[in-house]
């Protein structure tokens, strides 16, 4: 069903938290950069954003520090790190 509506499912994951697997962010597969997540999450989050840390498929090592650029796979986990 995701694959055939084009979303990808992408999981939260809050410091020094467990990843939140009940409630994804759904993106669209056509904008799944993690500037697309952090705007779906939040308009102010881009502007603070210093970098994530992500999990899953999309990335070589677990976890890896990434930028905005970095496009998501589907059932990534995601972590946020705001400018201080």
Not at 1 to 25: F, N
Not at 33 to 53: M, P
């Amino acid at each position: 069903m995701w694959e055939y509506l084009k979303l990808t499912r992408i999981y939260t994951k809050p410091k020094g938290q467990l990843p939140d697997y009940q409630s994804p962010v759904v993106l669209h597969t056509d904008r799944r950069s993690i500037e697309d997540f952090c705007n779906k999450l939040h308009r102010t989050i881009a502007k603070e954003f210093k970098y994530a840390l992500v999990w899953g498929s999309s990335v070589k090592h677990q976890p890896q520090k990434v930028g905005k650029e970095h496009v998501l796979n589907d059932e990534d986990v995601v972590q946020i790190v705001k400018k201080v």
